[in-house]
């Protein structure tokens, strides 16, 4: 689906704006990161940090993220329009250091976790080509069991048409 990902409409919204309702329900700051070329919808009260490396991969945004809050951070990619705030709720109440991961139908979701600094420099020897899963893996995160269909992201344009029939 390319850059312009977050920005395509389901149910009339930016698909986008659904995790960032779910994160905003359980956090008191919400921001997005993004490739400084990557359209985003205006979202109330949302921040938005630009990643600073050209290079596409998963871990430029969470290591930004890690940086630019300096903090631990909730981690929800924005291709996920059906994540609850329950859901972002079990993962904090879960949440130990270096990274705590969702997991579902037998397999990690690395987009949906809490990730603390310390985890930063592990997940930078990822770089530039290891595999995300691969990369978070190497953490031995605590795990997190999720419904699928709670964590399921939208990939394809068939991905995207699939839930807006679902949605009606």
């Known amino acids: 689906m390319g850059g312009a990902k977050p920005a395509s409409v389901l149910g009339g919204r930016p698909l986008v704006a659904y995790p960032v309702d779910a994160l905003g329900a ?6 997005v990161v993004a ?16 990643e600073p490396e050209p290079l596409a991969h998963p871990l ?18 924005a291709d996920m329009p059906f994540v609850t705030p329950e859901a972002l709720r079990s993962l904090v109440a879960a949440a130990r250091p270096p990274a705590t991961v969702a ?11 809490v990730y603390w600094p310390e ?6 020897a990822g770089l530039p ?3 995300l899963t691969r990369a978070v893996e190497s953490l031995s ?3 997190v069991e999720l419904p699928a269909d709670v964590v399921r992201s939208i990939d ?3 991905a995207l048409a699939a839930a807006e029939r679902e949605r009606r």
């Open 129 to 131: 080509g290891a595999p």
């Open 35 to 50: 490739k400084v070329t990557t359209p985003l919808p205006a979202l109330d009260g949302v921040e938005r940090w630009d």
């Open 103 to 113: 997991y579902a139908g037998g397999r990690l979701q690395p987009l949906l976790g």
């Open 60 to 77: 430029v945004g969470l290591l930004h993220a890690l940086a630019a809050a300096g903090e631990e951070v909730l981690v929800c990619g």
């Open 156 to 158: 394809t344009p068939e």
């Open 141 to 143: 995160p605590t795990l």
């Open 119 to 124: 985890a930063a420099e592990s997940l930078r």
């Open 26 to 31: 359980v956090c008191d700051r919400v921001a």
